[in-house]
C-alpha cells in the first residue's frame, strides 16, 4: 500500500488553495463584508469549509449549483441532504406557488388536507401509523425524547459514540474507553450530559446491553448506519441485536432516518424489516423547505395518549410543539417531495448511480494502491482514509485527515465539482445523471494522481 507524501500533500493543498481564492474573488469578498452576520455566515455551520472562505451562490437547480463568480459546480452535496430531491424540483415551484400566491396562507396554526396525505404516506412508507410535524429533525427527536422519557418514567436514553442527532443536547455524548464524557467542543450544556445519557460504540452489542442492564434508559436513539461522522454501516445482526436487547430490557427504540433516507423510499426501516417504536426525520422531504417529523408506533402513540390522561400537556406548555410546525408551507412542500420526486420508482435508478459512483472510487483506489476504502448507502457514497472502513464511531474519528480532505474538496470546486464540505459524503438525487458521476471520477482520478505521482 502507497502512503501519503506529506510533504507532497501541503504543496498541493497550498496550490489548490491559492486557486480556490484567486478564482472565487465574489464569494471571498461576500464574507469578509458580512460585517453584520454573526461569524460572517448566516449560520456558524456555514464556516465549515475547505479554502479559508465559504463559496457564496447566486442560483441552484437540479444538481447545479451557480457561484458569485460565474462558476457551475455538479453538486454531490446537495444542501447536506437537505436538497435530496435536487434543488428546485419543478413539483416543488408548483406546490409553493400554489400554496403562497393561489391559495394563500402560509402559516395559519390550523390544519389542511396536505397533512393528513402526508401522514398516511409516511405511514406507508415507514410502517408507524401516527404522525407528527416539526421544523427539523432536531426538533423531532428532541420532543421524542421528552414523549419517551414520560411513558417510560425513564430519565436517561442511549446513543452511540460520536453519534450525531442534530443540536439535541443529551446526544452530545461520546465513550472513552467505557466512560461517558461531553463529545469535545460541546458548547455550553445546560447540564453534563454524561448524566442524561448512556453511550458505547456502534456496532457492540455487548456493550449496549452492559448499558441497557442499568435498567434507566428510556430510549436507544441510533441512525441504522452513522452517517455524519462519515458512514459506518452496521454489521449482519446488529440492529435486531439492538432491538433484541431494548424488548429484554423494557427500552424503546427510536430510528434516525434524516440521513437513512438514502436507503429507499421507506429509508433502512423499510429497506432492512426494522421495528422501531419511532422514527424521527427531517431535511430532505421538504425539498429544502424546513421540515421534520416523527412517527410513533400505535402502542407509544396510546401510551402517551394515557400519559395525557394523567395530566402531561402536549398541547400548550408540555415544550412538544412549536407556533410554526406543520405549518401550510411545509406540509404542501412534503406532500410535492413524496407524491412526485422522491417516488418509489425513481430510487433503483440513483441507487445504481450511486454504485457506479462507489466502483469506480474503488478502481482509482487500488490502482494508486491507497489504504482508503469506500462505503454505500443505499444512493449515498463516500470515501474513507481506512482500509477496512471503519465499525464504529472511534474508529471513524481516528481515520479522519483534515489536510487530505481539504485538498480534495478544494481540487473538486477549482474544477466544477462539489461534495459535502466537511467529509467526503456525496449523493445522488433525481437530477443526477451518469456524466455527472463520469464527470466527478475524472476529477477525483487526476487527483490522485497528483498525489501518488
Not at 434516525?256 to 424489516?273: A, I, L, V
Request: glycine share 10%; net charge negative.
Amino acid at each position: 500500500m502507497n502512503s501519503v507524501n506529506r510533504h507532497k500533500l501541503a504543496t498541493l493543498l497550498a496550490e489548490e488553495t491559492r486557486r480556490y481564492d484567486q478564482e472565487h474573488p465574489a464569494s471571498k469578498a461576500l464574507h469578509e463584508g458580512a460585517n453584520n452576520l454573526f461569524a460572517r455566515v448566516p449560520m456558524t455551520w456555514m464556516n465549515k469549509w475547505a479554502g479559508g472562505f465559504p463559496l457564496g451562490f447566486t442560483s441552484a437547480h437540479g444538481v447545479t449549483i451557480t457561484d458569485l463568480d460565474g462558476h457551475e459546480l455538479i453538486d454531490f452535496a446537495l444542501g447536506d441532504t437537505g436538497a435530496f430531491a435536487g434543488h428546485s424540483p419543478e413539483p416543488l415551484i408548483r406546490a409553493l406557488h400554489q400554496r403562497v400566491g393561489v391559495a394563500g396562507g402560509v402559516t395559519t396554526m390550523m390544519p389542511n388536507e396536505d397533512a393528513q396525505w402526508v401522514g398516511a404516506e409516511m405511514t406507508r412508507r415507514f410502517g408507524l401509523p401516527q404522525w407528527s410535524f416539526t421544523l427539523s429533525a432536531t426538533d423531532a427527536n428532541r420532543w421524542l425524547l421528552r414523549l419517551v422519557r414520560l411513558v417510560t418514567k425513564r430519565p436517561k436514553i442511549l446513543v452511540f459514540s460520536y453519534s450525531y442527532h442534530g443540536s439535541v443536547d443529551e446526544t452530545f455524548v461520546v465513550s472513552d474507553h467505557g466512560r461517558a464524557l461531553s463529545r469535545p467542543g460541546n458548547v455550553a450544556p445546560a447540564v453534563d450530559p454524561s448524566t442524561t445519557t448512556r453511550v458505547c460504540e456502534f456496532n457492540d452489542l455487548a456493550a449496549l446491553e452492559r448499558e441497557l442492564a442499568h435498567g434507566d434508559v428510556a430510549a436507544v436513539l441510533t441512525e441504522p448506519a452513522m452517517t455524519n461522522i462519515g458512514i459506518v454501516l452496521p454489521e449482519p445482526g446488529f440492529l435486531e441485536g439492538v432491538r433484541d436487547l431494548c424488548d429484554k430490557f423494557g427500552t424503546l427504540l427510536i430510528i434516525d432516518e434524516t440521513h437513512t433516507f438514502s436507503e429507499g423510499p421507506g429509508g433502512s426501516t423499510k429497506r432492512r424489516n426494522l421495528r422501531p417504536d419511532a422514527i424521527t426525520i427531517g431535511k430532505s422531504l421538504g425539498g429544502g423547505v424546513p421540515c421534520g417529523a416523527y412517527g410513533l408506533s400505535a402502542e407509544l402513540a396510546e401510551r402517551v395518549q394515557q400519559a395525557v390522561k394523567s395530566g402531561a400537556d402536549i398541547v400548550d406548555v408540555g415544550g412538544v410543539g412549536g407556533t410554526l410546525s406543520g405549518n401550510p408551507l411545509s406540509t404542501a412542500a412534503m406532500r410535492a417531495v413524496l407524491g412526485e420526486v422522491l417516488t418509489d420508482d425513481i430510487f433503483p435508478r440513483m441507487e445504481e448511480l450511486a454504485t457506479t459512483f462507489a466502483e469506480g472510487m474503488r478502481a482509482t483506489i487500488t490502482r494508486a494502491q491507497l489504504p482508503w476504502s469506500v462505503s454505500q448507502l443505499g444512493t449515498r457514497a463516500e470515501y474513507r482514509f481506512a482500509n477496512p472502513a471503519p465499525k464504529n464511531g472511534g474508529e471513524s474519528v481516528r481515520a479522519a485527515d483534515e489536510e487530505l480532505e481539504n485538498y480534495l474538496h478544494l481540487f473538486g470546486i477549482n474544477r466544477g465539482v462539489l461534495i459535502t464540505p466537511f467529509h467526503n459524503m456525496v449523493l445522488i438525487c433525481p437530477a443526477t445523471t451518469e456524466a455527472h458521476v463520469n464527470a466527478h471520477q475524472v476529477m477525483f482520478d487526476e487527483a490522485v494522481d497528483r498525489l501518488i505521482k
